[in-house]
Nanobody, 122 residues
Framework: VQLQASGGGLVQAGGSLRLSCAGS????????MGWFRQAPGKEREFVAT????????VYADSVKGRFAISRDNAKSTVYLQMDSLKPEDTAVYYC????????????????WGQGTQVTVSS
């Protein structure tokens, strides 16, 4: 599956952004979809994930209550709604996919999008 992330940009603290990740290929609903982020000088970290058919979600503690992941399997797209953004949310955000199994572990994702920059100013 090929992934294309979009929706990043510059926003003030307290603002909102919605990221999208469009997938190509067959059977999008078979894939668990995840969002990860990487700030300068830091490792890529887990943000949120959603399972394929029943849309079970898991969030990192740092974004819980502020971010929401969702998916539209008919459109082969996963979303990340980000509210109450903070300067520490500044990073390149990546979407990722893996078949079937819900996981928060970066190394277990097989497919990655190109990343979209999110910058939150104070």
């Amino acid at each position: 599956v090929q992934l294309q992330a979009s929706g990043g940009g510059l926003v003030q603290a307290g603002g909102s952004l919605r990221l999208s990740c469009a997938g190509s290929g067959r059977s999008f609903s078979r894939y668990t979809m995840g969002w990860f982020r990487q700030a300068p000088g830091k490792e890529r970290e887990f943000v949120a994930t959603i399972s394929g058919v029943d849309s079970i979600t898991v969030y990192a503690d740092s974004v819980k209550g502020r971010f929401a992941i969702s998916r539209d399997n008919a459109k082969s797209t996963v979303y990340l709604q980000m509210d109450s953004l903070k300067p520490e949310d500044t990073a390149v955000y990546y979407c990722a996919a893996r078949a079937l199994v819900l996981t928060t572990t970066r190394e277990e994702y097989n497919y990655w999008g190109q990343g979209t920059q999110v910058t939150v100013s104070s």
